[in-house]
């Protein structure tokens, strides 16, 4: 869909060396392209797609308008058109643009839009975009706009469990999947079963045989997508049963200049991953104030969550009247709960360095914004390696491991050339990414995780805490 | 088009035709393959329909999908070929296999041939009671599909009692799609206009579903939620029983549940009359709406846009949770802008000083738009919060002070709506304004200044000077400057008659002569009427008194804001406009949407206004004097200039007398009366364009926008306070 970018300016060089034949006579190019200034060329450019846009608007966008054709004879006869005028007519009506056209025009090459949902006419186009695609809904209803968004990015979700990842090559390549993918999630534009680990079971890449034999096994196929715990097999067996708690918690802050701290907030999630024979029913417990009255950790109290949200498998009727955490889960790894807590007490703000000397912050890249016109830049830095990149403007700074209290200072020097148009500069924030293994800014703790199964085995848990930063920790300067 | 009866002999689809033909499986397969491919990017392969078709009996279920993917595609264009593959279809239907089943009854729903749908019914009525929950909950959906297609042959086989009967499944995902398919063909019986309730929902069906909720995928809870959310209760106990056993979907990872959820409860809180449920029930709405704001930027929009209605009809919901709102670096802009809105909306005393730091610091980004919209949102804040007012000046000031030229001009444009809501309390600002005049180079900005200094003119001691500098580029300047130039000079010359006698005669003669905008010469002829016939009543009209200005709590007229509360997460409710405005046939007008019973409560209080205005424009005597009836056609007075001419025609009496429902209808009524002379028609254009001028401007921002003189403004105030529904009359008027 993005290529086509190129074909305004193919029909502006033709038009060119129409217009200007002088021109066209003298170029060097085997095609005739004229050397034209390339500010001329981009507001031609921009000219041909308003043109375009405006003829789209004129046949008004009606993609189920089924013949125009007899309305442009009669309007031609009544405006007594030339045949020629008529002709002309003639064929832009049958050239009926389909609607990806429509988006391409409209949204891609469109610099203006800057919402993702446009309606044109009575259709609108819900879009997100991952990797230079576009996931488009189209609807010409009142359609639930959180639904599509949503069922857009499990879509994502999907086709990046499917294919690793989600780009061109990948569509290219496997657009015979996604097509029985889309078949499969959704019918008739209501989404229906999205779990991948139930979706693996019969949509794969290789095929399946509908033999006698096949025929058992879509039965079980079929009641497993449509049960009450569609996202899970019945007869899974695992030698060895374990599970695994990860507790990942993102630490969203910014502070302002002065170090006074704007936002601090804490994404918690929890993952698991179940390798778990027969049909396990888990028992969850947090330290969580909701669920604990009296303080239980040494000296800080009960965390307080502000919200949490589950994964389908979580019995909600369960936990809203009794605050446990109650489910079956899905076989492998899934996403338990995510929780935010805005509470998070001041230390989260210097938890770089604010935690326990045995911890110690690993991978920790801080990336300094640096004038736009800056050529060079020198650093010193007491420990890992800093770095200039030209392409983003930023100074990256990469220490692969602090230890808890240390403190560092990074100085360098700027060299800035002088330029004739001052552009203006965002000063965008500094940028932290780190992880600290071992320790939740929340201070959120798993108190026991119980399986329960009919067989009565016996178990094991691991539990791992993980505190990081990602592209939400800033501080401006 | 339609080349399938003359295969080409050459090419690729020659080629394809071959290999669709081979005697080999996977060369065979590879072909049809390849015909996907090239259906994908819109090559033409409806001639191989025969060749493929051949491929559509065999065991490979993936070869099989393949070939039913180009039947869906080609069907509509070539129905008579697609009969062949009816008798495939039906045997599928009997398939073991419950997923062939499925897929043949699923793809014989989606391929919209006329000539297909009679095959259908059969083999339906079959998978409508199959012994497999996947098959059933493909049938059910079948049957919507059935439905848009044929709607008699959906009646005449008695599917929507098998539909309804279906509620009562064991499996929730079969009932979750029974409950989508009925709703859509309930959608789509209502709109043909059908009076039969196609999808009753009863207590029964209630507990039925109130089950199947826990149970059901995600995407199942949303129908049901919706299913929900029609239902009518009979007392307050029934909905207070729906609200607590919906309210632990707040929990769900998926936020279009969520959302669900929240329409739900929005919509059967309205029955709800114990207070303290109702209290935990807005309670237990913040963190969940909150969180949703940890989602992608696209959900979080939708999300942010339902709040900012959630917030017009409960403005405590989130009120100590702004921080929340504040913006990241990365954010896109949508929903910034999107947050800023809510985060004026929640502003109050406690959290005033953190949104003050944050909008500065908003101020100094570099995408212009936002930064306008931010330092807009400063001075929202200055009117709704009067003590901090003070501290919005002072962030205000030092914005100016960096002297980036669109954050001075949209400064300056703020600074003036602050004027107005605090006349002649931050006097000590406007040296600095001024010192800016020669950076100003928008027209509202160049405007709002002139504003300032008109209404102050007594107070600056060369304002006239200053005012000179615009009448001597006077016809340079857009139309807005321009007549905001002609009433401020007149102010000036009211206040200081001495100093600008010539400043005022030089406007006058060039704004009636040079100018080419009707509502400026207009404008101006007044203005030299008024002073040459008696300079008291210009004073009482051009300084008199305007009523301050004030935030409107809600952006939709009640009406609109309560249908759109039940509409939560559609897109009527991200565009917070009703659906009829943008599906459908294209554009809808006005008239055709049906007014809101909720209407006729507002419909009392626009009469109550109008009348006042009414009583405004009689006392204000009769100014305009034409006595030249020539003169009249060729200058009529623009909008509601003619209110001032107000003379008690039959019209206002029956106004006064409160008579009449639709106070705008007579006002339409009495212009047509009053002072027209010679013109019969009763509505000239420049009335609607007068009208729409004023219900169209944004709230704060009437003074420059406004059409007429300043008492016309005060006249009009009382209608902008509602602007909405004074826009819903209007439209319907014209």
């Known amino acids: ?477 | 088009m339609a080349s399938f009866r003359a295969p080409p002999r050459k090419g690729e689809n020659f080629e394809l035709s071959a290999d669709l033909n081979s005697e080999y499986k996977d060369k065979r397969k590879d072909a049809i393959k390849r015909v996907i491919a090239n259906m994908t990017v819109q090559k033409d392969v409806s001639g191989l329909f025969p060749d493929v078709l051949k491929n559509m009996q065999t065991d490979d279920l993936e070869q099989k999908k393949l070939v039913y993917l180009y039947l869906m595609n080609y069907a509509k264009t070539q129905p008579e070929l697609v009969i062949l593959a009816v008798n495939t279809f039906v045997k599928d239907t009997d398939d073991p296999n419950p997923l062939v089943r499925a897929l043949a009854i699923r793809t014989m729903g989606c391929l919209r041939a006329e000539k297909i749908i009679d095959y259908l019914c059969d083999p339906l009525q079959k998978c409508l009671r199959d012994e497999n929950p996947y098959v059933r909950k493909t049938a059910a959906l079948c049957v919507a599909k059935l439905y848009d297609l044929k709607p008699e042959l959906v009646v005449e086989n008695g599917f929507i009692e098998t539909l309804q009967e279906m509620i009562a499944d064991s499996n929730p995902m079969v009932v979750a799609n029974t409950v989508a398919a009925l709703t859509d063909i309930h959608q789509a019986a209502v709109a043909a206009g059908s009076n039969a309730d196609v999808f009753a929902i009863t207590s029964t069906v209630l507990n039925k579903l109130l089950i199947a909720l826990n149970e059901c995928s995600e995407w199942g809870r949303v129908a049901i939620l919706n299913a929900l959310a029609r239902f009518e209760t009979e007392d307050d106990r029934e909905s207070e029983h729906i609200c607590e056993r919906v309210v632990p979907q707040f929990q769900h990872a998926n936020a279009s549940v969520v959302l669900a959820a929240v329409k739900v409860i929005m919509i059967h809180m309205r029955n709800v009359h114990s207070e303290s449920l109702t209290k935990q029930l807005v309670r237990k709405m913040a963190p969940p709406l909150v969180t949703l704001l940890s989602n992608p930027p696209e959900v979080q929009w939708v999300a942010l846009r339902n709040i900012n209605l959630l917030l017009q009809k409960r403005p405590d919901i989130l009120s100590n949770e702004m921080r929340v709102f504040f913006c990241k670096y990365n954010d896109p802009l949508y929903v910034k802008v999107e947050k800023l809105d809510i985060m004026v909306r929640l502003a109050g005393e406690s959290n005033v000083d953190a949104l003050l730091s944050e909008l500065k610091e908003y101020s100094s980004e570099v995408d212009v738009d936002f930064v306008r919209r931010s330092i807009k949102a400063i001075g929202q804040t200055a009117i709704k919060i009067d003590e901090a007012a003070e501290r919005c000046v002072n962030v205000l000031l030092e914005l100016i002070g960096t002297r980036v030229s669109y954050v001075v001009q949209e400064a300056v444009v703020v600074m003036k709506d602050i004027f107005r809501k605090y006349p002649s309390t931050y006097e000590g600002v406007i040296p600095t304004l001024c010192a800016n005049l020669d950076e100003l180079d928008e027209p509202e900005a160049k405007a709002s200044l002139i504003w300032i200094i008109g209404e102050y003119a007594n107070k600056i001691d060369n304002a006239d000077e200053l005012l000179g500098i615009f009448v001597d580029t006077f016809t340079e300047e857009s139309y807005p400057v321009q007549l905001q130039t002609l009433t401020a000079v007149v102010k000036l010359f009211l206040r200081k008659p001495d100093t600008s006698q010539g400043l005022v005669q030089r406007i006058l003669n060039t704004a009636t002569k040079d100018c080419d905008s009707p509502d400026v010469r207009d404008r101006a002829y007044i203005y030299w009427r008024l002073l040459s016939t008696d300079p008291g009543a210009a004073k009482n009209v051009v300084l008199a008194h305007r009523p301050p200005i004030s935030l409107p709590r809600t952006t939709v007229s009640p009406a609109l804001l309560e249908e759109l509360l039940g509409e939560v997460s559609s897109l009527a409710s991200v565009y917070h406009k009703p659906a009829e405005t943008f599906v459908g046939r294209g554009r809808v007008s006005a008239e055709s949407i049906p007014r809101k019973a909720g209407d006729l409560v507002d419909d009392q209080l626009v009469t109550q206004r109008a009348l006042q205005t009414v009583v405004i424009g009689q006392q204000a005597e009769n100014l305009l004097n034409f006595d030249d009836p020539a003169d009249v056609d060729d200058q009529q007075p623009s909008g509601i200039a003619a209110t001032a001419v107000l003379a008690s025609t039959p019209a206002a009496a029956n106004l006064l007398a409160g008579t009449s429902s639709n106070p705008l209808d007579d006002l339409v009524s009495i212009f047509g009366n009053s002072g027209m002379g010679s013109t019969s028609t009763p509505a000239p254009p420049q009335y609607q364009n007068a009208f729409a001028g004023l219900s169209f401007a944004s709230p704060i921002t009437p003074a420059p926008t406004a059409p007429v003189t300043p008492s016309i403004l005060q006249a009009a105030s009382p209608v902008q306070s509602q602007p909405q529904q004074a826009q819903d009359d209007l439209l319907g008027l014209f």
């Open chain 1, 1 to 477: 869909m993005h290529d086509t970018l190129k074909k305004p300016r193919e029909i502006i060089m033709v038009s060119y060396a129409v217009r200007f034949p002088e021109l066209a006579a003298k170029s060097k190019s085997v095609a005739g392209e004229v050397d034209m200034d390339p500010a001329t060329v981009e507001h031609d450019r921009q000219r041909l797609l308003a043109v375009e846009r405006l003829i789209l608007e004129t046949i008004c966008f009606n993609f189920t308008s089924k013949m125009p054709f007899p309305y442009v004879i009669k309007v031609g006869r009544a405006f007594s058109a030339t045949k020629k005028l008529t002709k002309l007519a003639w064929r832009l009506a049958i050239d009926r643009r389909s609607i990806a056209d429509v988006f391409r025009i409209q949204v891609v090459s469109n610099s203006d839009v800057r919402s993702p949902i446009v309606t044109l006419g009575s259709t609108s186009f819900f879009h997100v975009r991952v990797n230079n695609l576009y996931i488009v809904a189209v609807t010409k209803c009142n359609a639930n706009a959180a639904l599509v968004f949503e069922y857009c990015y499990r879509f994502i979700s999907i086709a990046k469990s499917y294919f690793g990842k989600v780009d061109e090559e990948a569509v290219k390549n496997n657009f015979v999947l996604i097509y029985e993918l889309i078949d499969e999630i959704n019918d008739f534009g209501y989404p229906q079963n999205s779990e991948i680990d139930t979706l693996k079971t019969y949509i794969t890449t290789e095929s399946i045989m509908s033999s006698a034999a096949a025929v058992e096994e879509s039965s079980k196929i079929t009641t497993q997508a449509t049960g009450a715990t569609s996202w899970r097999r019945a007869d899974v067996k695992y030698k060895k049963n374990e599970a695994f708690v990860d507790v990942v918690e993102t630490v969203n802050l910014s502070m302002s200049a002065k170090g006074t701290v704007l936002r601090a907030d804490v994404d918690g999630h929890i993952l698991m991953r179940a390798y778990l024979s027969g049909t396990p029913e888990c028992k969850f417990g947090l330290n969580d104030k909701l669920v604990i009255d009296k303080n239980e950790r040494g000296m800080g109290d009960a965390v307080e969550l502000d919200d949490c949200r589950f994964h389908q498998c979580v019995r909600l009727d369960e936990f809203d009247s009794t605050r446990t955490i109650s489910f079956i889960p899905p076989d492998g790894e899934f996403e338990l709960m995510k929780q935010v807590s805005i509470n998070v007490k001041r230390e989260t703000a210097n938890t770089c360095t604010n935690f326990n000397n045995k911890l110690s912050a690993t991978n920790v890249v801080i990336r300094i914004p640096t004038p736009l016109n800056t050529t060079s830049v020198d650093c010193k830095v007491p420990s890992g390696k800093a770095k200039y990149v030209p392409a983003e403007n930023v100074v990256v700074w990469k220490i692969p491991r602090i230890q808890g209290g240390a403190e560092m200072t990074f100085s360098g020097t700027a060299q800035l050339t002088s330029t004739t148009n001052r552009q203006v500069w965002a000063r965008p924030p500094i940028d932290v990414d780190f992880q600290v293994l071992m320790f939740t800014s929340s201070g959120l703790i798993v108190r026991f995780l119980k399986v329960f199964e009919k067989s009565n085995y016996h178990s094991i848990k691991w539990v791992r805490y993980l505190t990081k930063a990602s592209g939400s920790y800033q501080v401006r300067f």
